[in-house]
């Protein structure tokens, strides 16, 4: 999970601790994965992927996107990693999207609202897998 630009974007991805089961909602089309954090909120310079050549900056795999690459430097506006193992994902296509479904507008929340609960006891409807680790 990544998000920069601003202590506004990326500082709620403090929020997230390695443990944590986290449901991951795609803006514009809906839930489209289920999985736990694995570590703590890295700047995108110093986190790295694993991959079959061993562990790789992230920042030479990604090239799709601009991470905010001009603020790399940049601790305030440069964009932030968590990892995650992932249980269940779909594709956009098939992203989960309700009316009544809990929905925040920040980058990581900890819901504590009745909604959530129920979006949750939906959601497990979609994503079975989310129990698997």
């Known amino acids: 999970i990544s998000a920069g630009g601003g202590p506004w974007y990326s500082n709620t991805l403090k929020l997230l601790n390695p443990g944590d089961r986290i449901w991951v909602k ?3 089309y809906g839930f489209v994965g289920v999985g736990h954090i694995t570590g703590h909120s890295q700047p995108a310079a110093s986190f790295d992927l694993e991959t079959s050549e061993g562990r790789v900056a ?21 964009e932030y990693f968590v ?15 309700e009316i009544g479904l809990f929905g925040n507008q920040n980058t990581a929340c900890k819901p504590t609202t009745p909604k959530w609960r129920s979006t949750v006891e939906r959601l497990k409807q979609y994503f079975p897998d989310f129990e698997n680790s």
Request: hydrophobic content about 40%; aromatic content about 8%; overall charge neutral.
């Open 26 to 28: 795609a803006p514009g």
């Open 58 to 78: 992230a920042m030479k795999i990604l090239r799709e996107g601009p991470y905010h690459r001009e603020f790399i430097g940049d601790l305030d506006r440069c």
């Open 83 to 97: 990892g995650v193992k992932w249980l269940q994902t779909v594709t956009l296509e098939h992203a989960v999207n």
